[in-house]
């Protein structure tokens, strides 16, 4: 199966036959498929949210629906083809009534069609089909998993919307080992159960089914419309014709502890590559350095507990193509920013406060961290960080050492003061 690479997400090109084939196989044979349906809005919700990034590049396979992918992929060179959602999703339970196996549907309990409906419609249109309906809000959390494990389905269809439904797939296809096929379909049962009407086949060959749906929800619709049609593509166009110009504004989070005279610092170990370590890491995006350094530090690793000490700007650079080896190796959770030319990488340093219990890393980034002594840390990273690394222990070892370090510090990090009776207060 080919994929290509837009904005950082693998879309499958590949015909809808294919797909019912595999979902086939994935049927009859030990293993899981997981299918996700990314559209222009979906996609610009991957950018926001990395957890749902990580997520759709997990997928077995991500079908372009909608038109604006379409036309990125002929930037991209690539001729993809579009299948809806809502066309896979009834020949699915199709092939599923055929072939007797059971299907559990999730529901939104708040969407435009409740369990009731859904049944009603489903007894119509495949009066054969084995399934049930369950209910839930998007989190899941008054989800009762206990009836899904006594059905025991083999194909799990979530109408949750983006990007609730994709996490949820996720998540059970880990807890159930029966589901053999788990795909997120978004509205696609307000169709089935003719809440929202279907577009007239002129529009779907056409790309103009957005232009329906406004009619029919002018208010609801706007934002996604806009989107779509114009937020998509703008962001398209610099992902895939400037940013190969650009250098990725990056920060490296140096968080150190003190143990008698002995200093450790924090590690990762990164979630796409087992033995790739190196210090915490991300974009700034828009922030100050230090604004940077704690949002990492708080998002990826949980950590509260920790005092800001200094930040320095534009200490290391570094171009992606020396990297293109590692690259594809890791696959295409990295590839997220490989619009860019390469990173420019500041530092933010801090110092650990807390307890090591309330660390916690999430498992889209990182799958391994741990305390390395300061005069280990270089033999301890990838020799693609080692360079870098020994720069930003230069700057630690300064700032341990100087004299007016703490001053220095306190001036220049926003929430960096220094509680009473710390060694640099």
């Known amino acids: 199966m080919k994929k290509n690479n837009i904005l950082g997400i693998n879309i499958a090109n590949?015909?809808?036959?294919?797909?019912?084939?595999?979902?086939?196989f994935a049927n009859r044979q030990a293993g899981q498929k997981f299918i996700v349906t990314p559209n222009p809005e979906i996609m610009l919700m991957a950018m926001k949210d990395e957890e749902f990034f990580y997520i759709l590049n997990k997928a077995d396979i991500a079908i372009p629906d909608g038109f604006g992918l379409i036309i990125a992929g002929w930037f991209m060179g690539a001729c993809l083809k579009r299948i809806t959602g809502s066309d896979l999703t009834v020949d699915i339970l199709r092939n599923a009534e055929k072939n007797k196996k059971r299907v559990a549907i999730i529901n939104w309990d708040k969407g435009l069609s409740k369990k009731s409906a859904i049944q009603e419609s489903l007894y119509k249109i495949f009066p054969k089909l084995n399934f049930r309906v369950f209910s839930s809000d998007r989190n899941l959390a008054n989800f009762t998993g206990q009836e899904l494990k006594d059905f025991s389905p083999e194909i799990l269809i979530v109408g949750l919307g983006a990007p609730w439904q994709e996490k949820a797939v996720f998540k059970l296809l880990k807890e159930y080992k029966s589901i053999k096929l788990g795909i997120g379909v978004g509205g696609t049962f307000d169709f089935l159960t003719n809440k929202i009407k279907r577009s007239p086949k002129i529009f779907k060959i056409l790309g103009l089914e957005w232009i329906w749906r406004f009619?029919?929800?002018p208010n609801?619709?706007?934002k996604r419309i806009f989107n779509a049609v114009i937020v998509f593509p703008w962001k398209f166009f610099v992902w895939r014709f400037i940013l190969p110009f650009c250098y990725r504004p990056n920060v490296a989070c140096l968080l150190f502890k003190r143990k008698s005279?002995?200093?450790s610092v924090l590690l990762v170990e990164r979630q796409d590559a087992p033995g790739h370590w190196q210090l915490p890491q991300g974009g700034l995006g828009g922030l100050s350095l230090s604004q940077a350094g704690q949002k990492e530090l708080k998002e990826e690793l949980a950590i509260r507990s920790f005092t800001s000490v200094d930040s320095f700007e534009n200490l290391y650079k570094y171009t992606y193509k020396n990297w293109s080896k590692d690259i594809?190796?890791?696959?295409?959770?990295?590839?997220?920013?490989?619009?860019?030319?390469?990173?420019?990488?500041?530092?933010?340093?801090?110092?650990?406060t807390g307890r090591d219990?309330?660390?916690?890393?999430?498992?889209?980034d990182h799958r391994d961290?741990?305390?390395v002594k300061k005069e280990d840390v270089i033999n301890m990273v990838h020799n693609y960080r080692k360079e870098s690394t020994g720069i930003y222990l230069d700057k630690l070892n300064k700032l341990i050492c100087h004299p007016g370090a703490a001053k220095r510090a306190q001036r220049k990090c926003t929430p960096g003061a220094f509680p009473a009776g710390h060694p640099w207060g």
């Open 328 to 352: 594809s190796r890791r696959g295409s959770i990295y590839k997220k920013y490989a619009g860019y030319k390469g990173q420019k990488q500041g530092l933010y340093i801090a110092e650990f």
């Open 220 to 222: 609801k619709r706007f």
């Open 261 to 263: 005279k002995e200093i």
């Open 357 to 364: 219990s309330e660390i916690k890393i999430n498992f889209w």
């Open 369 to 371: 961290w741990r305390w």
């Open 14 to 24: 590949i015909e809808k036959k294919s797909i019912l084939n595999e979902v086939d």
């Open 215 to 217: 009619l029919q929800q």
